[in-house]
């Protein structure tokens, strides 16, 4: 990523590609925390987990929620590959809900089973908080 | 004379029938098209994931995922089916019926359990017609399969795969080759083998120069961790790549559909033009006969 002004950020969605925009700074979900990335920082990939992206530029910041996936920051822009890309009041609750039920119910036998289980439970939670 | 009018009838519903067919090609031209976008918008996260994999390799990471190790002894295999909703589209989807009940028929013979499901009406119907037994049927994908509810099955075989219940996935589709060939086909997705670990790491070796250049632009930082990456990369490659599936079926539709309604409007063109033949043939020699037969009574009172 050049240390110009801003960042150039680009979420891609298995579907298309969702949004293609410059800002001043943006903060992600990480799998295990969040991560602010400020222009010319250098490159990563991460995991990113469930939650709110922030885009801060031009006085406002903006808000969108990410479904998982990954970041992967290049010397030109922060790509963000997730699957879903919502504003907060386009997330659906009772379909989250249904899920966080319907995870609950999983007895899991093995680790794997544990950490599917894990994320699926992970990803309604999110929803939920962040759903309007 | 009856002749005469049921040919003008014959006629008349042929050209409707030209009507609709011609009308049907120009919408399956107009959702080939959008169904083609689509499926071109899809490939930039394919892109991006592939990068994410190589750079992974590059690492030196392991890559070792549940989903890409086969299963010793293949008990269980799952099929899907994906056909369209609708007919009218040629050999579209009794072409695909036709491989996957082939290779269920295979897949019989060394396996005894494993769920068939299929995706769109007429599959659904030609599998009850076949009498093949059907686990789960979907009729909610049209031309435009959304990634969510395609995202809702993978995950679901995900998890089977990974808790033993499924030890080998196949998908049969028509595959989209170029906008002139799409083929029928059946593939395994589980084990997984749509990633592809390449070869430059060693062929970036041979060279010392190339390979700090390499070193210099590719030295990424994993967070969480290289392998905390490779458990998220794998199943959503695996979701980008039965999305795919999905897409080559809904764009080889539209243009099954376009070609099979571009050749009915042909054939209806040449049958009106038989038609009309035929019809003026008929009232022609119907004046003749009347003419005949007027100057016929001419000469009788003359």
Known sequence: MSSGTGVHCVVVTP??????????????????????????????????????????????????????????????????????????????????????????????????????????????RAKLRVGT | MANIRQLDKRRKSVRNIRKITRTMELIATARFKKAMDRAAAATDYTKRITQIVQDLAKSGTDVSHPLLQAHDEVKAVDMLVLTANRGLCGGYNGSVVRVAVQRRNEIKEQAEAGQTSVS???????????????EKTYSEFEDQPSFDAVARIADELITRYITG???????????????????????????FAGIEVPASSTASNS???????????????????????????????????LFKCFL???????????????????????????????????????????????????EALG
């Open chain 1, 15 to 124: 579907e298309k590609t969702e949004l293609d925009t410059h800002c001043d700074s943006l903060i992600l979900p990480l799998f295990d925390g969040e991560l602010g990335i400020l222009p010319g920082r250098s490159p990563m990939v991460g995991r990113l987990g469930f939650g709110l992206m922030k885009l801060k530029g031009a006085g406002k910041v903006e808000e969108w929620f990410v479904d998982g996936g990954f970041v992967q920051v290049t010397r030109e822009a922060v790509y963000i590959l997730t699957d879903r890309l919502l504003k907060p009041n386009q997330i659906d609750r009772a379909t989250a809900e249904a899920d966080l039920k319907k995870a609950s119910e999983i007895r899991p036998a093995t680790p794997e089973a544990f950490a599917l289980r894990d994320r699926a439970l992970a990803q309604a």
């Open chain 2, 120 to 134: 769109g009406k007429r599959g659904i119907a030609a599998f009850r017609f076949a009498g093949v037994p059907v």
């Open chain 2, 165 to 191: 219940e499924v030890d080998r996935v196949d998908v049969a589709y028509t595959k989209f080759v170029s906008s002139s060939k799409q083929i029928p086909v059946v593939e395994t997705l589980l084990p």
């Open chain 2, 207 to 241: 060279s010392d120069k190339t390979n700090t250049e390499k070193k210099l632009r590719d030295d990424y930082e994993f967070l969480p961790s290289a392998a905390g990456i490779l458990e998220e990369v794998v199943p959503a490659s695996f979701r980008a790549r």
């Open chain 2, 248 to 298: 080559d079926a809904a764009v080889s539709e539209q243009i099954a559909r376009m070609v099979a309604m571009k050749s009915a409007t042909e054939n209806a063109g040449d049958l009106i033009k038989s038609l009309s033949r035929t019809f003026n043939r008929a009232r022609q020699s119907k004046i003749t006969q009347e003419i005949m037969e007027i100057i016929g009574g001419v």
